[in-house]
């Protein structure tokens, strides 16, 4: 089959590799209707993080079971399906509790590799939650999107405690920043103010649920939060990015006692405990247990009630995946659909 | 009136000091009828925070109201009443969701020192909640824990999410993890591990509910609470003492998806954002807002369902305030009530 893997910082390259199969008794192999590249994938792209290469790359996936292990007893060949970017067993005390991200026989897809054609994915009836039918292939986005952005986004708004009455900020415009702001419109907030500069990002923001943008970074973003909720803060804050920054941004702009709900992977950050202290704010993120949402999620889907594919700007043949990375590298695509 | 002040690390001296009056209209000066040293207060006491002396010390209290300011409207003259660290209006958004020690007008009683014979409390009717009658001398010392040490490790408990059919582990043995405990074992936690090595510590978790005691630290502490867990961790751990190792013990010992509620006053804490993220648990905490648990707390004590007053294994006149410090820096007394 072809499958992508990144040579080295900027290098991405379509080759051929191995056909997966059953290894595990409890694995299935699927036929990949589409993939993507993640925000994450930017980093050993960019070099910041150390690239070993070739390495495999994706963990976003949809696609039809072609053959599953003998111990495989809910997901049988021909479903469609949708998973996250863990498998998990979905039985453990972990899982029971709603990490599935952090199961404790958790396998992380990202060292598997879904941007190719066929991918073996472990755990199949823990990890695979097959959709009512075939989709309509203008779903196919959409059931994408929550294998990782979507359900990443809704973590994130779950997190900060998106919900009725609530004011909700918004610290990052990726893919998953963006789902952040329909999560929380979709949880019910009342009020989303979603921190941007980039004016497509911003409309497409608005269409998710913003009510309100603010440009403005750093203290000057935080300053404006709390002139939008009367100098107290936002209720919650979703902070889709990783950094330092982002994430000062994202507990400065909450109130004392509201929730930062923090999804974008930790890079070289350092909280500050004393100033973490007087905060009072809830902290809560990490790896989205997106297994959790899923079921959910994909029914918002399949009923046409959210649209969030619509964060694919970009979509190429598998074969084109440099250009993919390229894209979503220098801004022009917020986010890459590839097609296997 | 005498007081206590701090002159430079290590020098408690009992002075005269002005008796307070009503300054503000909405004030209340009250005559201390029991107060206490803090473990915080051994922080400048030992030098490791500054001393801009002589410094008034004191910020736990519970007395009789002398005197009231004309915009008080529900304390009166003649109450027993019992208040907070931070005295706040319990009026605004801020405390309607909870959060008393953040209140946008709070004003922190340390800066007025209740290691004294009299105290102004600003903001009367916010801060202070009267007992039901004037209390039996044994409930004194457990009504004035309520201030604060029992106000404290009650909001840990809380942010750690203890409840029923919960394991909680507690990080800190003195005041305010001991009465972690107890506010544990009293909201249905069904396992309470301390992590002490003191023997008389030990044995006064075990009387407050401790089912399980690690004598073990830092590493191989978190080993012995993962044992005690089914190598998951505790659902929830409560952080009482503030330093960069005590707050990585906690963070470490609690399971993925579970909640570190911290108390102890943050102290060159840096928290690694990286392994925070996968870490995946909740973090919640910062100077407790005691008010917003007082009338529960007052009711549990006046009704001696609970003893936190236990505590206090030192009992001197005011005028050895010295005393008490040195024997709580020395660790001989867990804590030390003073009678002005």
Not at 34 to 53: F, K, M, N
Not at 143 to 169: C, M, R
Not at 243 to 268: C, F, N, P
Request: glycine share 12%; net charge negative.
């Amino acid at each position: 089959m072809r499958g992508v893997v990144l040579n080295a910082p900027g290098d991405v390259q379509v080759v051929d590799r191995e056909d997966p199969v059953v290894v595990e008794q409890t694995d299935a192999v699927i036929r990949l209707t589409a993939t993507c590249v993640c925000g994450s994938d930017l980093w050993p792209y960019r070099g910041i993080e150390d690239v070993h290469g070739p390495a495999v790359m994706g963990h976003e996936y949809v696609g039809i079971v072609e053959e599953v292990g003998a111990e495989v007893r809910t997901i049988r060949p021909g479903q469609f399906v949708v998973g996250s970017f863990f498998a998990s067993d979905n039985t453990c005390e972990i899982c029971r509790a709603g990490y599935q991200s952090r199961c404790f026989h958790s396998v992380p897809i990202g060292g598997i590799g879904t941007q190719s054609q066929y991918a073996r994915i472990p755990l199949a009836d823990g990890t695979l939650v097959p959709t009512p039918g075939l989709p309509d292939e203008s779903l196919v986005p959409s059931l994408l999107a929550a294998s990782d952005v979507l359900g990443t986004g809704w973590f994130g708004a779950v997190a900060a405690e998106a919900g009725p009455g609530k004011t909700i900020a918004v610290v990052g415009d990726g893919a998953v920043g963006l789902l952040g702001v329909l999560a929380a419109k979709t949880l019910g907030a009342k009020r989303i103010i979603a921190m941007s500069r980039h004016e497509s990002r911003q409309r497409l923001a608005e269409e998710f649920g913003a009510t309100d943008i603010v440009a403005e970074r750093g203290d000057a973003g935080i300053e404006r939060v709390r002139e939008l909720t009367g100098g107290l803060g936002a209720h919650g804050v979703i902070e889709a990015v990783g950094t330092q920054e982002s994430m000062m941004q994202a507990i400065r702009s909450t109130r004392a006692g509201g929730h930062v709900g923090y999804v974008g992977v930790s890079h070289d950050v350092n909280l500050p405990g004393n100033e973490l202290f007087f905060s009072a704010v809830h902290l809560h993120g990490g790896p989205a247990p997106v297994r959790r949402f899923l079921p959910e999620l994909i029914d918002l889907v399949w009923n046409r009630q959210i649209d969030p594919g619509k964060v694919f700007d970009l979509a190429l043949p598998l074969e084109d995946a440099a250009e993919g990375y390229r894209a979503m590298d220098e801004r022009r695509a917020i986010k890459t659909l590839l097609r296997p």
